[in-house]
């Protein structure tokens, strides 16, 4: 083994030598072999002058899977690129765009990525070896007003963003004819970013693209760009609406990895809700690892789940450091959104150089920002897909050299179950993308866009979903007087246009503005849904690592009053939730065991909130007069009649606890099963429901009309419950902790919880559905 391959096993030992006598939070080491790369010749087509400008930036020749997606976009092949980090997915659209652009001299293309960031890096990278007439510029939100026009009419590469595209360019489409009509490449960079709700938007999006795109006579090639997903052909495919070929052969090379998973101890001196026990915080132990590492001299990059987190994460490590050499503190920082531009620059270059050790990240540095070479990095609690974990820990090592990568698990049930299943982090496939186009509650404003922008024909129906459901929504949105109805097609009725009130990231419902009382100072928007539980008064509310509390929610105005205040504690909502079942879709009987999937109508009330300390402990409740909310979404849910709970052994009156947590469990694991977070979801449970007749744990999609997170759930039922099962037995609290069966955002306080009840539960549900056939 050569002295690189032990660096990431050196710097684990390492780690280990730091942790306080008595503990063992080393849960897996896996060490991952390297890669060696495969590089092929330049393909025939590109032109010298353009392998020459590579050369000058030290890409000698390319490799075979940057070739193999080049020659399908070449040939006019849709195609989408899915290998891993750093392998060098942006040569494989950049070689047939700049060879396009080269041969036809007025030809166009658009670039188009999740976040501005990323679609500036890509921007700066691509000026290096793009011809002077190509004229590469940025059409985005902070794009001057001055410039708009200039990138208008003389940019032959733009790049851009789905918001932009939405609100800025197809509606003014017909200012951009002359770049539609020559328009060869769209490039949807990190596809894989595009899930739930607003991938469905996205979809729906690019298809009103295409649409004016062959308006003006033009027929774009897709090309796709995304870390590895399942079945990326499928998935690109659904999103863009047309038939995608697919390279995820990675030829790039990597370096050896080793790969730990780590879950911080129990702390026997504290107590959480209802006297469960507590952790050491992910964010605590990722400070302390991160202070050995930097002691160490290690690059390390430690990825924290919200900008709080990972300013308070920088903070930790400094003051550590500042006991061990005071040269040291001023080599770590925190990275997050809201630091202005030539900050983060600063910092991705100051990381990139070495000056600085060690910097503590939201996911922010997850996506396309060029950092190579890392010897560490560490991933603080689980990132809400493989593909981000992936695309995270691809930070490491990415010179060729060996690295570690750490995976610190939270108190929550699915990185529990991940750090006590590595097969589920390191042999799983990754999962697939979800998205779910023909969401009526998302295909309605796409398709009032669409018409505003061009008349909806019977011929372009197809194009944005099952025809029969287009058409549904089109009368709806006729009989709502919002489209007008004419023998040549569908019309957009109002002079003023539909796409400001949609917003593609949410479920295009109404806003609530976030304003500072004292200085008027807009700080953000929630979605109207969301307002009742994170900006309701009293609440806690961070902006750009700033807290501050609520003093007033106004909903008649869309208003929520705030003051800055830091204050010790924090909000947890409490709430009221109800179902019903409007339509069962799929209804599968398993003996006395019943599964189903349909559509459901969730009714929340939020009546209180807790008052929190980061230790768990709850200071008081406080009461909250807010009207009611109706979801109408899909959900799948599990009958258990009360025979079987009986040959299960759970008492009658331990089956509500028992049900709150296995509803809960499944909540927390369905992750790993579809590209959600568990705040993408809920879940009500009920001993004797008036839909079914028996005991009922229903899952639903937070979102309306759903975002195909309940769809998946259903077909991946007896490995995620077999997952949630698993999950619970494991843990090693006696009575149900945050790792197992509480969660965060109960709205009963986490009240009443049965594990054992549970455990017995879902093994009586899977012993019923994996025995028997489906009853006809």
């Not at 001055?146 to 733009?158: F, I, L, M, Q, T």
């Not at 529990?416 to 998205?435: G, Q």
């Not at 003023?496 to 008027?520: L, M």
């Not at 009742?532 to 003093?551: C, K, M, N, P, R």
Request: charged share 20%.
């Amino acid at each position: 083994m050569r002295v690189s391959e032990q660096r990431g096993a050196r710097l684990l030992e390492r780690v280990l030598a730091g942790v306080p006598s008595g503990e063992n939070p080393l849960r897996h080491a896996r060490e991952l072999p390297e890669r060696a790369a495969t590089p092929v010749p330049w393909p025939s087509w590109v032109p010298e002058e353009l392998r020459s400008r590579f050369a000058s930036c030290g890409i000698d020749a390319p490799w075979a899977h940057q070739v193999a997606a080049a020659e399908h976009a070449w040939a006019g092949r849709h195609v989408v690129i899915s290998t891993g980090t750093a392998s060098g997915k942006s040569l494989a659209y950049q070689l047939p765009v700049l060879t396009t652009l080269a041969e036809r001299p007025k030809a166009t293309a658009l670039y188009l990525s999740p976040t501005k960031a990323l679609g500036a890096d890509q921007l700066r990278a691509l000026s290096a070896f793009c011809a002077a007439d190509v004229r590469p510029a940025a059409y985005d939100g902070d794009t001057p007003m001055p410039e708009r026009d200039w990138v208008r009419a003389h940019s032959r590469w733009v790049f851009s963003n789905p918001d932009m595209l939405h609100r800025g360019i197809l509606p003014a489409h017909a200012k951009w004819a002359q770049f539609f009509r020559r328009l060869a490449y769209v490039v949807v960079d990190e596809c894989h970013g595009y899930r739930g709700v607003f991938g469905s938007h996205v979809a729906l999006l690019l298809r009103r693209l295409r649409r004016v795109a062959r308006r003006y006579g033009s027929d774009p090639v897709f090309v796709l760009a995304s870390a590895t997903v399942s079945d990326p052909a499928e998935s690109a495919s659904l999103l863009t609406g047309v038939p995608c070929e697919a390279v995820t052969e990675d030829a790039s090379p990597r370096g050896a990895r080793t790969v730990a998973l780590w879950e911080p101890p129990l702390l026997p001196e504290l107590a959480g809700e209802n006297g469960a026990p507590v952790r050491r915080s992910a964010g605590a132990e990722t400070a302390r690892i991160l202070t050995d590492l930097v002691v160490e001299g290690a690059r390390t990059l430690a990825f924290v789940r919200s900008r709080r987190g990972a300013e308070l994460t920088a903070l930790s490590a400094r003051q550590a450091l500042s006991h061990v050499d005071a040269s040291l503190p001023e080599r770590v920082a925190a990275y997050r959104a809201g630091f202005l531009p030539e900050e983060r620059r600063a910092l991705e270059q100051a990381l990139a150089s070495g000056s600085l050790l060690g910097v503590a990240s939201t996911n922010a540095l997850e996506l396309g920002v060029d950092i190579a070479g890392l010897d560490a990095v560490v991933v603080a609690g689980y990132p809400g897909t493989l593909a981000s974990f992936w695309q995270q820990a691809g930070r490491a090592g990415r010179a060729g050299d060996s690295a570690l990568v750490v995976f610190v698990a939270r108190d929550d049930p699915l990185d529990t179950y991940l750090v006590h299943n590595p097969s589920a982090v390191l042999d799983k496939p990754i999962e697939a993308t979800v998205i779910d186009p023909a969401n009526p509650y998302v295909l309605a404003p796409q398709l009032a866009c669409a018409a505003a922008e061009l008349p909806v024909t019977e011929a372009c129906l197809p194009s944005f979903g099952p025809v029969a459901a287009v058409r549904r929504v089109l009368s709806d949105l006729v009989a709502d007087g919002a489209l007008r109805r004419r023998p040549t097609g569908w019309f957009w009725t109002s002079r003023e246009r539909p796409h400001a009130s949609v917003d593609i990231r949410g479920s295009g419902g109404e806003q609530v503005a976030v304003v500072e009382g004292d200085s008027g100072r807009m700080l953000g928007t929630v979605d109207f849904g969301s307002a009742f539980t994170s900006v309701h008064e009293g609440a806690v509310y961070l902006h750009q690592g700033t807290s501050y509390v609520v003093d007033e929610l106004d909903l008649s105005s869309g208003l929520a009053l705030v003051h800055r205040e830091d204050p010790e504690w924090t909000t947890q909502p409490r709430e009221v939730v109800d179902i019903a079942v409007l339509s069962t879709e799929t209804s599968r009987s398993f003996d006395a065991v019943s599964v189903c999937l349909g559509e459901v109508a969730v009714t929340s009330h939020v009546v209180g909130y807790l008052r929190r300390l980061p230790t768990g402990e709850v200071l008081d409740q406080v009461p909250l007069d807010l009207p009611s909310q109706t979801l109408r979404t899909r959900a799948v849910w599990y009958t258990v009649p009360p025979s079987v709970l009986s040959a299960a052994g759970v008492p009658k009156a331990d089956v509500p606890g028992a049900l709150h947590a296995a509803e809960h469990a499944a909540i927390g694991l369905l992750p790993l099963f579809a590209t959600c977070d568990r705040w993408d979801i809920g879940g009500v449970s009920t001993a004797m429901h008036p839909d079914t007749g028996e005991a009922t744990v229903f899952v639903h999609d937070g979102h309306p009309g759903g975002a195909g997170f309940a769809d998946r759930a259903h077909a991946a039922l007896v490995p995620w419950l077999t997952a949630t099962r698993d999950a619970i037995a494991a843990c090693e609290c006696p009575a149900g902790c945050p790792s197992c069966v509480q969660s965060p955002k109960c709205g009963n306080g986490n009240e009443p919880l049965d594990k054992a009840g549970a455990v017995a539960i879902l093994t009586a549900v899977l012993d019923a559905v994996t025995a028997e056939r489906p009853a006809a």
